[in-house]
Nanobody, 115 residues
């Protein structure tokens, strides 16, 4: 069983930056994609950013130009650099790995942006 461990959330003022990390608990083969989702109370979890096995990246329109997803394949780690944070970015952020098309989730990390 693969566990994903997230870090890097916290409280930041609007316009500030945070960097989230998500590492797999062991070496993993067959990763199809690494993703970041976020969720606010009462809302569905939404895809924020994705990086595929081939290195292609995709972003939600709301974060394009502000967030950057990257990975360290040797460490089975994915990052989300968040710049120009806005209060509407406040949410619990979850990492997600698709491994052989099976989804694995991190425990979530709170990001709070104050105005």
């Amino acid at each position: 069983q693969v566990q994903l461990v997230e870090s890097g959330g916290g409280l930041v003022q609007a316009g500030g930056s945070l960097r989230l990390s998500c590492a797999a608990s062991r070496s993993v083969f067959g990763i199809n994609a690494m993703n970041w989702y976020r969720q606010t109370p009462g809302q569905q979890r939404e895809l924020v950013a994705q990086i595929t096995n081939g290195g292609r990246t995709n972003y939600a329109d709301s974060v394009k130009g502000r967030f950057t997803i990257s990975r360290d394949n040797a460490k089975n780690t994915v990052f989300l650099q968040m710049n120009g944070l806005k209060p509407e970015d406040t949410a619990v952020y979850y990492c997600n790995f698709l491994i052989n098309w099976h989804a694995y989730w991190g425990q979530g990390t709170q990001v709070t942006v104050s105005s």
